[in-house]
């Protein structure tokens, strides 16, 4: 561990007394020291008694260190939490879900980050396979004769081993496929009885290095040289940058190729940061769904690069129609992962040349075949003057302004951003100043995949800020706990319009289209009478709670004082009173008809 992550570490609350002498004993003592010779932090975790043997091996075997358990206060935060530290760090960390029912209570983190191509070590557990050893009623209902059925549709590998030295193995393989592109979570079940039976002969926890072989992820020196001469011939060339890494080097690097090519830049909202947005090469404001600009420069473009652009078929059929008019290059390892279960593959684009590998080496081979040579990573810099937020209702786009206004002399990270955000509204300048949506569309996933980034942020300088949208923090609230009980600072402002109101914006379409009265679409949709008073919830996970603020005069007060109680070290909930309303291409493109 490096002592920048060290330095990252919760306090050392939950210490065991009592510790055992390190001499493994039983089958899940195995499985506790495998977990640490792969360098796992952390496992976020509601506990269940289907691992308990895990359990009691984590805390009275390794005293709970590395990896250090994260109580949750529901197994879909757990996961979460995981999936937000992911998708900082790049790494697996594991969250532990107990037997079937937790399984299922994790399912929708697991498909969030199965879209996201995060790499999730999910630890499950059955108790007994062995029904002879099963306690009444409670074990034969929570043992599944494949519990991996439950999810394998959306994890990229799966097992259920017998022995404590399968599991061993099992853990190897299940951490080497889930942080190799395609990267995703990964599912191993933990045999409640191997768990809890003495080892037979001892078992020396392996060495991790030599079975996590790196794949670099790049393609033929040939491949490359065709891609390097149809971009350097391209008089209008076009890079989409889509899933790439949060790394500075690699940001250079495909700042470089940009340049060197002359080629304007399309950045998405879905995934996180990965080109300066102020930049003159850069096309409008990242969004959810691409705007006009974009597909005018995608029907202009002679030559089309794609860097793991997520739907490039469908961003393709809604710019041009179809096949788009110029080539289309596609850098890109997902194919390996599409399967009959789930339709993220979205659909099928028009490539003209497939470089399958990595994007981040995809773009380094280019760069070399072009005789190019990045420069050193150097942020940009964001315009530094911000017009204060004049009195009155608050729409999001004036909550964007007065944050930008507050955390002007922070390096800020964006851990989500709610349907109505704007990318206009926020400039990237680096590629942690935003990480992404949840990629599965999940809604409650928002606060634990905050908690779990913020987490890996811990120690950097960067001030954590999650922009959730009322139904997402709702549903996700109790995540707080676990980063109030932690000591992880994290910024929460919630933009609340008391509303499901992305339902409102369908409903007005249907209402529209089958000529009935609009004024109806609010019902069953509206969260009033009573509102819920959210600051107070975020208070109950005992987090700082403020507001509600109702008037943007009053949101410089709250959010610097928010931003002051972060930057001490506590986690604060800022309840934003805010008018309902999306952007004209985000309210356009969400009830927008299928073409084919």
């Known amino acids: 561990m490096s002592a920048a992550e060290d330095r990252g570490q919760p306090q050392a609350i939950e210490r065991p007394v009592g510790v055992g002498d390190g001499i493994a004993r039983f089958g899940s003592d ?24 895990l359990h009691d091996s984590l805390v009275n075997h390794l005293g709970n260190q590395r990896p250090q358990m994260l109580v949750c206060l529901h197994e879909e ?40 191509r995060a790499p999730v070590l999910v630890i499950g557990a059955t108790g007994p396979l062995d029904a002879a050893k099963r306690r009444p009623w409670i074990d034969w209902i929570h043992t599944a004769a494949d519990q991996g059925a439950l999810l394998r549709g959306y994890v990229k590998w799966d097992a259920q081993p017998a022995s404590p030295a399968a599991a061993q193995e099992a853990l190897l393989r299940a ?17 409640a009885g191997m768990q809890e039976a ?149 659909a099928l684009p028009a490539v003209d040349l497939l470089l399958p590998g990595a994007p981040d080496a995809v773009v380094a081979g280019l760069l070399a075949a072009l005789g190019v040579s990045p420069l050193p990573f150097a942020a940009a810099s964001a315009p530094s003057s911000i017009p204060p937020a004049a009195a009155g209702p608050i729409g999001v786009g004036l909550l964007a302004q007065a944050l930008r206004a507050a955390t002007a002399d922070r390096e800020v990270s964006l851990l989500h951003v709610p349907l109505s955000w704007n990318g206009a509204d926020w400039p990237f300048n680096h590629p942690l100043d935003y990480i992404g949506t949840e990629g599965g569309g999940g809604i409650g996933a928002g606060p634990g995949i905050a908690v779990g ?87 109950a996970q005992g987090a700082l709670g403020f507001g509600p603020v109702v008037d943007a005069a009053d949101l410089p007060a709250a959010l610097a004082e928010a931003v002051t109680a972060v930057g001490a070290g506590s986690v604060a909930v800022v309840d934003v009173r805010v008018e309902p309303g999306y952007t004209p291409a985000m309210a356009g493109a969400l009830t927008r008809e299928a073409k084919p």
């Open 30 to 53: 195995a499985v506790a020291e495998t977990l640490r010779a792969l360098g796992i932090p952390y496992i976020a975790l509601n506990p269940g008694a289907s691992y308990r043997g």
């Open 77 to 116: 935060s757990a996961v979460a939490l995981a999936h937000g530290w992911a998708k900082v760090t790049e790494r697996p960390m594991a969250a532990a879900v107990h037997s079937n029912v937790g399984l299922m209570h994790a399912t929708m983190a697991i498909f969030n980050a199965w879209c996201d």
């Open 175 to 191: 951490c080497w496929l889930a942080g190799t592109a395609p990267m995703g979570p990964v599912y191993v079940n933990l045999d």
């Open 198 to 346: 003495p080892l037979a002969e001892a078992l020396p926890p392996p060495d991790a290095r030599r079975f996590l072989p790196v794949a670099p992820g790049g393609v033929s020196a040939d491949a490359l040289a065709e891609a390097a001469a149809l971009l350097r011939e391209a008089r209008n060339p076009l890079i989409l940058m889509g899933r790439v890494s949060r790394g500075t080097e690699a940001w250079a690097a495909r700042l470089a190729l940009a340049e060197a090519l002359g080629a304007r830049v399309a950045t998405d909202l879905k995934v996180g940061a990965a080109f300066p947005t102020a930049h003159r090469l850069h096309l409008g404001a990242p969004a959810v769904f691409p705007g006009a600009e974009i597909a005018a420069a995608l029907r202009d473009a002679d030559v089309v690069l794609s860097l793991d652009w997520v739907d490039l078929g469908g961003t393709l059929r809604t710019a041009c129609g179809g096949p788009p008019p110029g080539r289309v290059i596609q850098v890109s390892l997902d194919h390996q992962l599409h399967n009959g279960w789930s339709m993220d593959h979205q």
């Open 453 to 539: 980034a913020a987490l890996a942020l811990r120690g950097s300088m960067r001030l954590p800020l999650a922009v959730l949208g009322d139904g997402d923090f709702l549903m996700g609230v109790t995540a707080l706990w676990t980063a109030v009980h932690y000591r992880i600072p994290l910024l929460v402002v919630v933009a609340n319009n008391r509303s499901f109101f992305n339902d409102e914006v369908h409903q007005e379409r249907v209402a529209r289209s089958r000529n009935r009265p609009v004024e109806n679409k609010w019902i069953g949709q509206r969260l009033a009478d009573p509102e819920i008073d959210l600051a107070a919830m975020g208070r």
